[in-house]
């Protein structure tokens, strides 16, 4: 089996699989969705799910974000972690898009990125996923099946990321990514996991899984 027939048939799998595909983190508009994504780091989104309410009660949108003060917003998603560096990034970037985007969040990676706490990650979910601008966000979970699935050499994430793009359809790479992860926590776990069993790794995984 070449790479592309091994790639289309990882496709076919996925797409059978998750023929549907809700966006993990609830929002209501791109703002919403920045704010989840951002506390999704080293976070679960199930956790962020449970946060993200009980701070959009309080302000949904950047105009209301920067009357509470950075300590407010810290005590609120804590139960997310890392919330000394994600309440300043919050209140920071709520600033700039007040300043320099009349409230709105740009469409655009460059402009996402120089927004404080924002990285390479979270910019490509957010237009991706909000704005349906084709990206491939690596996660964990994606790092590990491409992987695994020896499409990649593994050694960082934004290898993984090139190779994920240069063997994936353009089109496809939105539901991919979703796809992806959305496998990765059901059949292909980091721990617990038989190749044997698994529906994509028992026909394309790397040798080594099975030793």
Known sequence: MTKKEKVEDIINILDKLYPTLPIPLDHNDPYTLLIAVLLSAQCTDERVNKITPLLFERADNPYDMVQLTVEEIKEIIKPCGLSPMKSKGIHGLSE??????????????????KLPAV??????????????????????????????WGLTTGKNVEQTEKDAKRLFPKEKWNDLHLQIIYFGREYCQARKHDPNECPICSKHGRKTLFK
């Open 96 to 113: 700039i898009l007040i300043r320099e985007h009349n409230g709105e969040v740009p469409v655009s990676f460059e402009e996402l990125e």
């Open 119 to 148: 990285g390479h990650k979270t910019a490509s979910v957010v237009m991706s996923q909000a704005f349906g601008i084709p990206a491939f966000p690596v996660d964990t979970h994606i790092h590990r099946l491409m992987y695994r």
